[in-house]
């Protein structure tokens, strides 16, 4: 194409200025994909929590886990509003604690298989294997989550041991994007037993394990909202209680999700900034050097529009270039180091389509943009004078 | 009537905030079709800019004197646009510059064929236009050649080609032999000829060559922005013949 030829008149210049673009551009794309893996991360847990409340005592984030009692489900189950009300025994796989780097920590949940008589919207697909049933109540099953699975290398019909206690693996579920990817899920009786055996040997002794839950999850009647159903349930079991629905969720993590909005759109206002001017200025020289050829242009019947059209779509051919190569090499980075991360479960990086496509969208529109100045000067050069330039 | 016809025409260019140069302090021309004319003096004279407006590259000053009055084939092109002049340059005119007038990144063809992008001529019959033109000038086989690859007088003819392949009215040259060697010259100045005398192409030359002038019909004297003279030159008469009645050449 005649303007690859252009382009390929000065090759240092047009490679810096391509690579200048082509790099804010992997940059976009690296973090895009991060914003992606996070946004799913956030979305799935808010999905989760739309249509229900979730009871605790102190926060599971903060590792401050205190048990309630299960005689608290039938106080809450016999609440106005309440369709169902169910116990779950949630902990940390390890039991060093701290969580992994980004994203949810890897989690035991137990819970009794139907104890939301139906009402969990949250589905899961099973990958292979089958799903935990009442039967299991007192068994030692697990269902592992996509992630976690890989991590530790297991199929289903494999021995594995979650906190020191021999497991069977019945079932895997298919990659959610979001935190269930990270558990185990157990019965709720195997659940407690684990629980019960973190605590300190002095406040061991004094719980029942098939008393205590650390969290009840409450699902509101049809017509109801949870935030009806939090408020009955903090009257009625008192301030120790942390009551949390889909809004309170939606609140906590909306800052960190706005903060990532705010780095991408700062890289990508930096990226314009630093690849638009320098494609304007390569444009610039561009047009100054070829005043002589632009005179001849125009003298022979080119019209300015033809003259302005020519400088734009070669500068948006170097955005485009520059998009593609970014988004290549972005591609790459976020492959390496999902590859890398996906080991210990840390799989950060999400390249969709649509975040492609924007990189694209964006580098050529850059281009293009940038070209607008150039091209006009170039457009109002008077022919004669434009061809006898030295 | 004269196929391109101008009169009262004045230009004054503005340097800078005070110095101005009157290139042209009011001119009367007219071109037949089938003419080969010179304009000849020395620099200053004015020349380049009487082409400049013959060229409707420039506009004639409308003040300081009597309405100028341009015409090509009776049409009033004293006053048009810039987009409706650049629009005439492409489909009725051709040009060809002292020098560089290639596109260096382009081939020889690819050269000729943007004047057929500007004149709208497309496609296959835009491929063969260049490719006959590129063999009226004897080129045709280093249609793929970039000027880099072809020698000054080469690239005049290539020029000369792509003036040629819209099939213009009026073909406009501005010191087309200014940069060649006196054999080039002579074999770009046979070219005009050759397309003056077999086909009837109006052809206007600039020029300060004494040897250009000769081949002419006509030499137009130019000095201190006026023309001093504007007589056939004593010797053969002028007229383009009408093809019915061409007679055989050698």
Request: contains cysteine.
């Amino acid at each position: 194409m005649r303007l690859v030829r252009d382009l390929g008149r000065r090759k240092l210049r047009s490679t810096l200025t391509i690579t200048g673009i082509a790099i804010g551009i992997m940059a976009l794309v690296v973090f895009g994909s991060m914003a992606n893996k996070m946004n799913a991360l956030i979305g799935g847990g808010s999905k989760y929590y739309q249509d229900k409340a979730i009871v605790s005592v102190g926060s599971m984030y903060s590792g401050n886990i205190q048990p309630l009692a299960l005689s608290d489900v039938q106080k809450i189950e016999s609440i106005d509003g309440v369709a169902a009300a169910t116990p779950t025994v949630d902990m940390l796989l390890s039991s060093e604690g701290g969580a992994t780097s980004m994203g949810t920590p890897e989690m035991i949940t137990g819970s009794i298989p139907g104890g939301d008589k139906g009402l969990e919207t949250f589905k899961i697909d099973l990958a292979s294997g089958r799903e935990l049933t009442a039967a299991d109540a007192d068994s030692k099953v697990t269902v592992l989550g996509s992630d976690l699975a890989r991590r530790l290398n297991v199929k289903v019909g494999d021995k594995v041991a979650l906190r020191d206690v021999q497991f069977t693996v019945v079932g895997i579920w298919a990659p959610t994007l979001t935190a269930p990817d990270k558990d185990a899920y157990v019965p709720l009786a195997a659940a407690q037993d684990l629980f019960v055996k973190s605590l300190p040997p002095l406040i061991q002794s004094k719980i029942v394990a098939s008393d205590i839950a650390t969290g009840i999850t409450v699902y509101p009647q049809k017509g109801v909202s949870p935030e009806t159903i939090k408020t009955r349930i903090e009257d009625l079991l008192g301030k120790d209680y942390t009551v949390m629905t889909g809004k309170d969720f939606d609140a906590m993590l909306g800052s960190f999700s706005a903060i990532f909005s705010l780095v991408l759109t700062g890289i990508a206002l930096l990226s314009l900034l630093v690849g638009g001017l320098s494609t304007i200025n390569t444009m610039a020289m561009a047009v100054a050097e070829r005043t002589r050829e632009i005179g001849i242009k125009r003298a022979i019947g080119a019209s300015r529009w033809r003259i302005r059209r020519e400088v734009v779509l070669e500068s948006a051919a170097i955005g485009l270039i520059a998009g593609l190569i970014g988004l290549v090499i972005g591609a790459a980075m976020t492959t390496l180091f999902n590859d890398l991360g996906r080991e210990s479960g840390n799989v950060l990086f999400e390249l969709t389509l649509g975040t492609a496509a924007t990189a694209i969208i964006f580098a050529t529109g850059l281009g293009a943009i940038a070209g607008f100045i150039p091209a006009w000067h170039a457009s109002r050069l008077d022919p004669v004078t434009a061809l006898r330039y030295e | 009537m004269a196929l391109l016809e101008g009169s009262n025409l004045r230009k004054t260019y503005r340097l800078s905030k005070r110095n101005t140069v009157e290139a042209l302090k009011g001119v009367e021309i007219s071109i037949e079709a089938g003419e080969m004319v010179a304009i000849m003096g020395p620099s200053g004279s004015g020349k380049s800019t009487l082409m400049h407006i013959l060229g409707l590259l420039h506009t004639p000053d409308p003040n300081h004197g009597p309405a100028p009055e341009l015409r090509l084939a009776g049409e009033n092109v004293a006053s048009l646009s810039d987009n409706a002049r650049t629009r005439i340059r492409a489909r009725r005119m051709g040009f060809v510059f002292q020098d560089f007038n290639l596109v260096p990144t382009l081939t020889a063809l690819e050269n000729v064929l943007l004047a057929c992008e500007y004149a709208g001529i497309k496609g296959k019959v835009a491929r063969d236009a260049a490719i006959e033109a590129l063999g009226l000038v004897g080129l045709a086989d280093r249609a793929d050649h970039k000027p880099s690859e072809l020698s000054g007088g080469e690239q005049q003819r290539v020029a000369i080609a792509r003036a040629l392949v819209n099939k213009p009215e009026i073909i406009l040259a501005d010191e087309p032999t200014g940069n060649l060697d006196s054999d080039r010259s002579t074999e770009v100045l046979a070219l005009f000829r050759q397309f003056n005398r077999e086909h009837g192409q109006t052809i206007v030359l600039v020029t300060h060559d004494s040897e250009v002038g000769e081949a002419c019909d006509r030499v137009v004297k130019m000095r201190d922005g006026r023309i001093r003279n504007s007589g056939l030159r004593t010797g053969t008469p002028v007229m383009a013949v009408p093809a019915a009645t061409a007679p055989a050449t050698a």
